[in-house]
């Protein structure tokens, strides 16, 4: 389970940096707001302030502007400090102490087996 973790972190930063769709950041930044907020993460006023800056910074063909890219650029940056949160709290829910644990399960919380002894004999309990 921890290896699954650590390799999907590590994927999902080089998705991070592939990232330069407005439409695949917005969909990012409401995907991490809907996995703190929960079923009613439609009604939060960070979902309604997300979906209004996105709208009000659409790219016309029309013509270029600095801002444009300097709030594609910030909502880039906004949507890896919201996944890398939300990974640092699942690492620190896995490995932070919970009170006095046995040498077994701390060996086994960072996958690692005690050595036992052939034919049965000394180390059992």
Known sequence: MIYILLVRTQTSQSNMASLS?????????????????????????????????????????????????????ASHSYLCLLTSTRQHMALYDIYHGKGQRDTEEMAGIVGLRLPTQPGGKGWEK
């Open 21 to 73: 769709s407005p439409l695949r950041i917005c969909r990012g930044i409401l995907r991490e707001i809907r996995a703190i907020k929960g079923p009613e993460y439609k009604q939060s006023l960070a979902y309604n302030y997300v979906l209004d800056q996105f709208r009000k910074n659409q790219i016309t063909g029309e013509r270029y502007c600095r801002a444009q890219e300097e709030a594609l650029h």
